[in-house]
């Protein structure tokens, strides 16, 4: 005896599809952004250019030293004394965790399924300024890409005013496209474990209805990024 289940999906199965069949991808897509030096000296230089245009700034620096002294300026900047952050193993630069405790800044890995959610939530809601990283940096658009996981969550780049990425010049890439190919062609592992994928293209940006450009409604206000040679 035929079971109302089974009925059912022989129906579906033989159905008459309501599309073709898509084509296949093509082999190249034309880019919806254009650059000529795609060198890292290039990229970094239309990274900061297209950044800066919406109200961004960056830093190159040319060690650890220089990344961490260039951080502890940006919180002395905006009278920042707590930190939301990343897992300090996500940021590329090594001793920033101790010289940021070592300077009386207080550091708040998010946690909003701890114990006490409450009174974490409005601790976290007092930090100054958020410190990432990101999975990489795409130069024509001036974005962040970043993927979240375990120590690397969305609040330290949401919440708080100020908003401080610390990247390096490896991590640049053309545009979106080139990152996504990239992903494509390792099976896209940031995409596939991954419970949230984050673009940040400047500073939180908002218009109301009569035109008026209003920063920082929605997300971080600053941006600033320090790219590690």
């Given amino acids: 005896m035929t079971s109302s289940r089974d009925i059912i999906l022989n129906r579906l199965r033989a159905a008459r599809r309501p599309?073709?069949?898509?084509?296949?991808?093509?082999?190249?897509?034309?880019?919806?952004?254009?650059?000529?030096?795609?060198?890292?000296?290039?990229?970094?230089?239309?990274?900061?250019q297209e950044l800066e245009r919406l109200s961004g700034h960056v830093y190159p620096v040319e060690s650890d030293a220089a990344a961490i002294a260039q951080v502890q300026a940006l919180l002395q900047q905006f009278n920042v004394d707590h930190v939301l952050a990343w897992?300090?193993?996500?940021?590329?630069?090594?001793?920033?965790?101790?010289?940021?405790?070592?300077?009386?800044c207080r550091i708040t890995f998010p946690d909003l399924h701890a114990e006490g959610r409450a009174e974490h939530?409005?601790?976290?809601?007092?930090?100054?300024?958020?410190?990432?990283?990101?999975?990489?940096?795409a130069a024509t658009t001036g974005t962040l890409?970043?993927?979240?996981?375990?120590?690397?969550?969305?609040?330290?780049?949401?919440?708080?005013?100020?908003l401080i990425a610390v990247v390096t010049l490896d991590q640049f890439v053309p545009r979106l496209e080139s990152w996504l190919a990239a992903e494509r062609a390792k099976g896209?592992?940031?995409?596939?474990?991954?419970?949230?994928?984050?673009?940040?293209t400047g500073p939180s940006r908002t218009g109301d209805i009569e035109m008026a450009l209003v920063l920082g409604v929605h997300g971080p206000g600053e941006v600033h990024v320090i790219v590690k040679r």
């Fill in 188 to 200: 896209m592992p940031a995409i596939r474990n991954s419970s949230n994928l984050c673009f940040i």
């Fill in 87 to 104: 897992d300090f193993q996500y940021i590329p630069v090594a001793g920033l965790e101790d010289a940021l405790r070592a300077g009386g």
């Fill in 19 to 48: 599309f073709p069949d898509a084509p296949p991808r093509p082999a190249e897509y034309l880019p919806v952004t254009e650059i000529e030096d795609t060198s890292p000296d290039g990229l970094l230089a239309r990274f900061t």
């Fill in 145 to 162: 890409i970043l993927s979240t996981a375990p120590g690397k969550g969305r609040t330290p780049s949401i919440l708080p005013p100020v």
């Fill in 121 to 137: 939530a409005e601790l976290i809601e007092k930090a100054g300024a958020g410190i990432i990283s990101a999975d990489a940096v």
